[in-house]
């Protein structure tokens, strides 16, 4: 099931893009908001949003601002979840979607979380990928360590060895196939023909402006907003290095009607598309209207 390219304007003037996946034959349903990582763009759904669109839900799939197809924000310190969660709620007036299922995987799911403060109603329903109200220090460190950093990639083999280096212990089942549709998932190519990572470097400024404050979020108010309120469902790799055993334990407890998977020999984090996580995802939205 193929896409059409869906622009959208920010509140404050930029362009911005979504992959819009229509809904297949039947009733109509909930539609699904699908947001990316941190450093990552909407074709990191397209192996799950066609089936999800099949199931007969609507699924845009957002380049959140400086990342993929929208525009870079000339102020950096504008790469905060807030201001995503207004550019997704300016997403969803001009589509004229009043309430969806939001799909979050990493700062996706930050995102989610900012939703439901600044607009509850609008949160119909939300599946955490793989990220919780708190993080493991050594994940966020991890990532942090390579955002925004500048990559020598002068080809396609450079920009998947790349990948497999950064997120190898993720997923170490993958071979050079998987990287290379990781890189191509990942990079652009540039204008020169030279792969290039496919979001602003500037990305990384409010990070390194927080410090060590950016290390420990603490959102559990948001997080037992979103999930006592709604229906809720969360992803956790089995090796994820962000979203530690201990924290997920602490979720489940506050929120003891949320939904859980674990992912067998993943870390951070799921695809969605192997079978645990792709069967408790259909399981999950099968229950919504």
Request: charged share 20%; hydrophobic share 45%.
């Amino acid at each position: 099931m193929t896409y059409v390219d869906r622009p959208w304007t920010s509140p404050d003037g930029l362009s911005l893009y979504a992959r819009d996946y229509a809904p297949g034959p039947g009733r109509a349903r909930l539609p699904v908001i699908a947001i990316h990582g941190l450093t990552r763009n909407s074709a990191d759904f397209q192996a799950i949003a066609p089936l999800i669109a099949q199931s007969g839900r609507r699924v845009l799939a957002v380049d959140v601002r400086g990342r993929g197809r929208s525009d870079r924000a000339p102020d950096p310190m504008t790469y905060q979840p807030p201001v995503y969660a207004r550019d997704v709620l300016a997403l969803m007036q001009q589509t004229g979607t009043e309430r969806a299922v939001f799909l979050g995987t990493s700062m996706g799911g930050l995102i989610t979380m900012a939703l439901t403060a600044l607009r509850a109603r609008a949160v119909a329903a939300a599946v955490l990928n793989d990220i919780g109200p708190e993080v493991a220090r050594e994940g966020l460190a991890r990532i942090a360590a390579y955002s925004g950093k500048p990559v020598d990639t002068p080809d396609w083999t450079a920009a998947a060895a790349y990948m497999r280096e950064i997120n190898g212990v993720a997923f170490p089942h993958y071979d050079d196939a998987h990287w290379d549709a990781f890189a191509r998932r990942t990079f652009r190519e540039g204008p020169d023909g030279v792969p290039v990572l496919d979001y602003d470097p500037d990305i990384a400024v409010p990070i390194r402006a927080a410090g060590k404050r950016a290390l420990v979020p603490k959102l559990w108010p948001f997080f037992r907003r979103l999930a006592r309120g709604r229906p809720t469902l969360l992803v956790r790799g089995a090796t994820s290095d962000l979203l530690s055993a201990d924290i997920a334990a602490r979720m489940r407890r506050a929120a003891p009607q949320m939904g859980y998977v674990e992912v067998p020999g993943v870390g951070h984090a799921p695809m969605l598309d192997e079978p645990e996580a792709r069967a408790a995802l259909f399981a999950f939205l099968a229950d919504l209207p």
